[in-house]
């Protein structure tokens, strides 16, 4: 058994773009677990855009710190445990894990999940990534049979399986991108109607030809520029789904919020609607997604794109390259 157990630490809170310089490597002493506890060892860390926005300040979680463990959800199997409901070799998914080798942890912070091949799908499709696709889309943007559907980040792990979801129910679906490689993707590999690059300029004027003179269902990932032309794109009971705003996250704390004058009397003649909302939101309805998930990845309607990087030690450059853009589908790091 290791003694040791290898960390990735903040080293510093970044107050503009996130470099891998902001972290370091330790090795620290093995968890050691108490009654209630179990030790778990971290198999996939999901690495996600929402990893930055921690480090901005408080949200639905605690603001990350200087010299904390880099936090992160993870896929994991139980090594040692003094929890009634765990057994040795459970595999396990916990949001508390953080970025290292091995944690000790309270058996109510973690839950136990059925082997699927590939293992890797439960941080995916059957993971946040493809619950967050499937209420975000379904339950908060209701979409039918016909209506336009836009999606930001589209070649992401949300993204591609948002729009996915929506050719599944029959709409014309729009993505957005970053290059002709990730648009080309949307359209012949993910079946997106149309799929376009955000970089090439009038954005607003694309997403009107696209759509055919405009959006019924718009699924947010980014915020800023982005949003702000998928807005005015809008339909009459247009609705908004506000997942993500990676846009604002690699940038300075202190430059705050931009005004939104106007907004709302644009709102009102349209008669739009605009909703938040985090994953965990749905957790008590997960089992009726995983169900209809998978049998859609079953049939072959659902195509599942997932980006690993091999080794605990390169995932700062894993986090700053998803804040890039570099990723398609999924990305996670294996850790053992």
């Given amino acids: 058994m290791k003694t040791t157990n290898k960390q990735i ?10 470099r891998t310089e902001h972290f370091r490597i330790v090795e620290s ?14 198999l996939y860390i999901a690495v996600d855009a929402a990893m930055r926005a921690w480090m901005l300040g408080p949200s639905y979680r605690e603001a990350l710190k200087a010299g904390e463990v880099m936090a992160a959800a993870a896929l994991a199997e139980v090594v040692e445990t003094r929890h009634a409901t765990f057994d040795a070799g459970d595999l396990v998914y916990t949001d508390a894990a953080g970025c290292q080798e091995f944690v000790a942890l309270s058996g109510e912070k973690v839950r136990r999940i059925e082997r699927t091949e590939p293992l890797t799908h439960l941080l995916s499709v059957y993971g946040t990534a493809g619950l967050t696709a499937y209420f975000g889309l379904l339950d908060i943007g209701q979409p039918r049979a016909g209506e336009s559907v836009v999606v930001s980040a589209a070649a ?7 729009g996915q979801i929506a050719k599944i129910k029959g709409c014309h679906v729009v993505g957005i991108a970053g290059g002709k490689a990730k648009c080309d993707l949307l359209v012949n590999t993910f079946g997106f109607d149309a799929a376009l690059d955000y ?13 055919g003179g405009g959006t019924d269902v718009y699924f947010d990932n980014v915020g800023g520029a982005v949003f702000e032309s998928a807005l005015f794109t809008m339909k009459p009971h247009g609705r908004l789904i506000a997942c ?12 705050g919020l931009q005004s939104v004058r106007g907004i709302p009397a644009w709102f009102i003649s ?13 957790y008590a309805r997960r089992p009726e997604a995983l169900r209809e998930l998978r049998s859609w990845v079953e049939r072959g309607q659902l195509q599942v ?9 390169e995932l700062p450059r894993a986090l700053v390259g998803l804040l890039a853009g570099e990723n398609i589908g999924k990305r996670m790091v294996k850790v053992a």
Avoid: C, H, W
């Fill in 270 to 282: 349209r008669r739009l609607s605009l909703r938040g909302f985090i994953v965990a939101d749905f």
């Fill in 29 to 42: 002493a093995m968890p050691e677990i108490r009654d209630g506890e179990v030790l778990l060892r971290i």
């Fill in 305 to 313: 794109r997932e980006d690993i990087i091999d080794g605990l030690a």
């Fill in 9 to 18: 630490l903040i080293d510093q809170l970044p107050s503009g773009a996130l």
């Fill in 156 to 162: 992401g792990a949300v993204g591609s399986l948002v």
């Fill in 244 to 255: 993500g705003a990676v846009s604002a996250y690699d940038t300075d704390p202190a430059k």
């Fill in 199 to 211: 970089k090439a300029g009038n954005l607003y004027a694309q997403l009107m030809a696209a759509t």
